[in-house]
C-alpha cells in the first residue's frame, strides 16, 4: 500500500452514489447466467464501447434505491452491469472481468468480507470498492487486507463518487477519514513487525539457545544495564541474574557479559 496513495473522503452529509465514467447500455442481472466459455466473454458490450476502451463496471446490491442512485452516476461514462445476489455476482464477475466492483457487503448470500476473497478470485484484475450501511474501523481493515481498494459508506456523498471511482480505478486507496487513524495504525505495526522480523534473521544463530529469561536479560545487559538493575527491573534476585549469566555463557560459547552484548548488537 506504500506505493499507493490514500484518498480520504470528507463526510459531509447523508448521500449516495458513485463516481461517473460514456453513454453505455445497462444489464440488469438478478439471477444467475448461465455460464460460457472465457472466449465470449465480454461479447454483449457494444463495439464502440470495446474500441472506445470504455471500463466496465458490476454494482452488486439488493437494495433498488441504493443501485439506481450508483447507476444514474455511472451509466454516462461506463458500462454497467446491475447484480442482486451472491450467486449471480460470482458468473457475472467470472463473465465479464470488470474493471470495477461495487459491491454492497449486504449483499445476500455474500458473508460482508469474508466472501469478497472468493469473487476476486474469480477475476483477479477487478478492482473491488466495497460499500456498508455503516463504517467500521475493524471491517475496513479487513476489506482492505482482503484486497478491496475502496471501503466507504453506501450513502457516501455524490459529489465524492466520481473521485472515489476514479481513485479505485487507478489501484489507489479511497477510505473515510475517521478510518485513516486505524489505517496508519496497521501499517506502522505491519513495518514495525517487518524491522523486527529483519532484525531476528541478522541475529547470531547461537542466541537461539537462549531461554526466553536468559534472552530477557541479555537484552538488558546490552542496554547497559548492571546485575543490581537487572535484579530490580525482574524482581529477582542478584544471585539469580548471576546464575542465569553463567548459562547463557555457556548456551552461547562467550566468557564475559561484554560478548553477549556485542553478539545482541549484531557483532560478531
Not at 500500500?1 to 463526510?11: I, K, L, T, Y
Request: one cysteine or more; aromatic letters at 2%.
Amino acid at each position: 500500500m506504500s506505493a499507493n496513495r490514500v484518498f480520504v473522503e470528507a463526510h459531509g452529509g447523508n448521500s449516495d452514489g458513485i463516481g461517473a465514467l460514456s453513454d453505455l447500455p445497462i444489464a440488469h442481472v438478478a439471477h444467475p447466467l448461465p455460464l460460457e466459455s472465457p472466449g465470449r466473454r465480454g461479447k454483449e458490450l457494444p463495439q464502440s464501447t470495446r474500441r472506445a476502451g470504455k471500463a466496465t463496471v458490476v454494482m452488486a446490491s439488493a437494495l433498488a434505491e441504493s443501485r439506481k442512485r450508483w447507476v444514474q452516476r455511472l451509466q454516462e461514462t461506463v458500462a454497467v452491469c446491475e447484480v442482486t445476489e451472491r450467486r449471480a455476482l460470482q458468473q457475472v464477475v467470472a463473465y465479464l472481468q470488470p474493471d470495477i466492483l461495487i459491491v454492497d457487503l449486504a449483499l445476500p448470500g455474500l458473508r460482508r468480507v469474508s466472501g469478497l476473497r472468493d469473487i476476486q478470485r474469480s477475476s483477479p484484475s477487478t478492482k473491488i470498492l466495497a460499500l456498508t450501511e455503516t463504517l467500521a474501523e475493524g471491517e475496513g481493515l479487513l476489506a482492505l487486507k482482503a484486497g478491496v481498494k475502496g471501503y466507504c459508506a453506501r450513502t457516501i456523498a455524490l459529489e465524492h463518487l466520481k473521485q472515489a471511482v476514479a481513485a479505485v480505478q487507478k489501484g489507489e486507496i479511497w477510505v473515510s477519514r475517521k478510518l485513516v487513524p486505524a489505517l496508519v495504525a496497521e501499517l506502522l505495526s505491519l513495518v514495525d513487525s517487518r524491522e523486527r522480523e529483519e532484525l531476528q534473521l541478522d541475529l547470531d544463530p547461537r542466541l537461539g539457545s537462549l531461554t526466553a529469561r536468559q534472552r530477557m536479560i541479555a537484552d538488558l545487559i546490552s542496554r547497559g544495564a548492571c546485575n543490581k538493575e537487572i535484579a530490580n527491573r525482574l524482581k529477582i534476585s542478584e544471585r539469580t541474574v548471576k546464575a542465569h549469566l553463567t548459562e547463557a555463557f555457556r548456551n552461547v560459547g562467550v566468557s564475559d557479559r561484554l560478548q553477549l552484548a556485542l553478539l545482541l548488537k549484531g557483532v560478531r
